[in-house]
């Protein structure tokens, strides 16, 4: 089993509506969890932290984190033809490790 | 804003050449890491620094060394280039083990 799984896509969604992008991760012991979009030929940019389970919000993009089912997700509400990229989980085990892991990402296609 | 600058976007080397690959960041932090990303296999974690002079190896550092002379600057070094280091290079840095990743530009190493 992979340590952080993410569907790999593409997700296709329609300009406006909410994309929803999933993730599971492996090790119970995870502390930080993160998002990052990546469009194509380019680096990282970080989306959101969140470290604490429930929700979190930041203008259309909110994400939530359930970790007794080791899981966290992004919702990207009013979904715009710009949110076409790769979404990349990236979870980090307890403070005093390196381990940043990374899943493979998911692409987003927002049709206009 | 962290700032973080890979001193080329692009490269093209020869097999066997020693290549050089610059990272500074500015914000006095304390982490730096290099990732390769390629097609299908996510991110994988060359090497990284938590204090200048002090390295670890990450899941993948056979043929690549690093130096980390000042806080600001972390350096990959491939020894003798191969044609399988042909990849997309991404540094990136954090102050501390909990706080996400920020990534420099990236660069585009192709190995002939």
């Not at chain 1, 076409?84 to 049709?111: E, P, Q």
Request: contains cysteine.
């Amino acid at each position: 089993q992979k340590e952080v799984e993410q569907n790999s896509g593409p997700l296709s969604v329609p300009e406006g509506a909410i994309a929803s992008l999933n993730c599971t991760y492996s090790d119970r012991v995870s502390q930080s969890f993160f998002w990052y979009r990546q469009y194509s030929g380019k680096s990282p940019e970080l989306i959101m932290s969140i470290y604490s389970n429930g929700d979190k919000e930041d203008g259309r993009f909110t994400a939530q984190l359930n970790k007794a089912s080791q899981y966290v997700s992004l919702l990207i509400r009013d979904s715009q033809p710009s949110d076409s990229a790769t979404y990349l989980c990236a979870v980090n085990m307890a403070s005093g490790t390196y381990k940043y892991i990374f899943g493979t990402g998911t692409r987003l296609k927002v049709l206009a | 804003d962290v700032k973080v600058t890979q001193s080329s976007r692009y490269l093209v080397k020869r097999t066997g050449e020693k290549v050089f690959l610059e990272c500074v960041q500015d914000m006095d932090h304390e982490n730096m890491f290099w990732y390769r990303q390629d097609p299908g296999l996510g991110l994988r974690l060359i090497y990284f620094s938590y204090d200048v002079k002090m390295k670890e190896k990450g899941d993948i550092p056979e043929g690549y060394s690093v130096s980390r002379e000042k806080k600001e600057r972390f350096s990959l070094i491939l020894e003798s280039a191969s044609t399988n280091q042909t990849s997309m290079y991404l540094c990136a840095s954090t102050a501390d083990m909990n706080s996400p990743l920020h990534f420099g530009n990236g660069t585009r190493l192709t190995v002939t």
